[in-house]
């Protein structure tokens, strides 16, 4: 059985869009692909057969991931969220106490997770070490760098 992933609903729209693009899209271009290879003659040394098979093995395995996270997603009712300690959906300031650095992130499922956004995936360390940790608690989480230790400064929607 698959693990149950909690997003926002437009993370699950953003993946319902993604798939739908492959199979209307992208599947039907391959297809083509694979045709006019096949209409070229012997498909035993075919390169342009074996890349286009190739690419649809891809596609194929890409659509499938999408349609198991799309049946093991879980809507997150974002007004039901709780602000009184970190938790996913939360926007938590933090200060780094090594160098006074202030960040803010948006701990989100692993399919949303875009740092350029400050949006970090639930399953990262900082994420993690920050789970269940309320305002003014300092956490000391490893990191790829060491350990860190940050102070939550705020948590909120």
Not at 117 to 127: L, N, Y
């Amino acid at each position: 059985m698959s693990k149950l992933t909690y997003m926002t609903a437009e993370g699950l729209k953003k993946l319902k869009k993604e798939l739908e693009h492959l199979v209307k899209v992208e599947r039907p271009a391959i297809s083509r692909q694979i045709g006019e290879a096949i209409e070229k003659g012997d498909i035993s040394e075919n390169a342009e057969y074996d890349a286009a098979k190739d690419a649809q093995g891809m596609l194929e395995a890409r659509i499938s991931l999408l349609q198991q996270k799309i049946a093991n997603a879980r809507i997150i009712d974002e007004s039901k969220i709780d602000t009184s300690a970190v938790q996913i959906m939360n926007v938590v300031t933090i200060k780094n106490k090594k160098t006074n650095a202030v960040m803010k992130y948006t701990i989100v499922s692993e399919h949303e997770a875009d740092l350029k956004a400050g949006k970090i995936s639930v399953d990262t360390p900082i994420a993690k070490g920050l789970l269940g940790k309320k305002v003014g608690d300092v956490v000391d989480i490893q990191v790829p760098s060491g350990i860190i230790p940050f102070e939550i400064i705020d948590i909120s929607i």
